[in-house]
Every structure is written in structure tokens, then in C-alpha cells.
């Protein structure tokens, strides 16, 4: 499977797995990341298809705070986000009414609370 990997998906997989646990990011912060600034759809599209375990897209969100999808689903009652708001809420997220409500944010090397 690995061998299908674009060299997008690539950029898009390494700049995720530089998020730490219990921090986000959004589809757009990553696309500027790599140098790809209006590609934020793209990203989505990458990370819909992510087949790494240790590559957490479950960190990488909306820019307007929205949870955003899960494994190529964006309904917010599908089982794959459902899980996607699982695993940060594990990580200590605080998700209201499917929007981050408090986390940290990571923008490349730069770490803030909102």
C-alpha cells in the first residue's frame, strides 16, 4: 500500500505526525506547513486515505473550530467521526457541540491555547 503514496500525502503524513498528542491543527494550517497554502482540501483528501497508524489525523481539524471527517466521512453521526471526537476527547480536547472548545493549537513549531 505504501507504494501508492503520492509525494503530497507524503508532506501532508509527515507534517501530522509533528502534532503532538493532545494539541490540533487544521487542514489549512498543515497545507500552509508544506508549502501548499490553498491545497487545505487536499490535505483532507490525503489524510481521508492516511494508512499509518502513528500518522494522527484525528488532530487535524477546521479552521472555524468544526471536528471535520474521519476516514472520508464528515457526518458528524457516522461511527468514523464519532471515534475521530473519541480519541481527542481522550487526549483531553474539549469538544461541545461537535466544535473544539479548548486544546492547544500547533502551528509548525509554535504552541498556543486559545
Known amino acids: 500500500m505504501a507504494n501508492k503514496i503520492t509525494p503530497f500525502a507524503k508532506l501532508v503524513y509527515n507534517a501530522t505526525k509533528l502534532i503532538p498528542k493532545g494539541q490540533i491543527s487544521t487542514y489549512k494550517s498543515i497545507a500552509k506547513a508544506i508549502n501548499k497554502p490553498n491545497a487545505h482540501r487536499a490535505v483532507g483528501t490525503a489524510l481521508s486515505k492516511n494508512p499509518?497508524?502513528?500518522?494522527?489525523?484525528?488532530?487535524?481539524?477546521?479552521?472555524?473550530?468544526?471536528i471535520g471527517g474521519f476516514f472520508?466521512?464528515?457526518?458528524?453521526?457516522?461511527?468514523?467521526?464519532?471515534n475521530k471526537?473519541?480519541?481527542?476527547?481522550?487526549?483531553?480536547?474539549?469538544?461541545?457541540?461537535?466544535?473544539?472548545?479548548?486544546?492547544?493549537?500547533?502551528?509548525?513549531?509554535?504552541?498556543?491555547?486559545?
Open 52 to 66: 499509518f497508524a502513528k500518522v494522527p489525523c484525528h488532530r487535524v481539524i477546521c479552521s472555524n473550530y468544526s
Open 72 to 82: 472520508g466521512n464528515n457526518n458528524v453521526k457516522s461511527k468514523n467521526v464519532k
Open 85 to 114: 471526537i473519541k480519541l481527542l476527547k481522550k487526549e483531553g480536547i474539549i469538544i461541545e457541540n461537535n466544535n473544539i472548545k479548548k486544546c492547544k493549537i500547533y502551528r509548525k513549531s509554535i504552541t498556543y491555547t486559545f
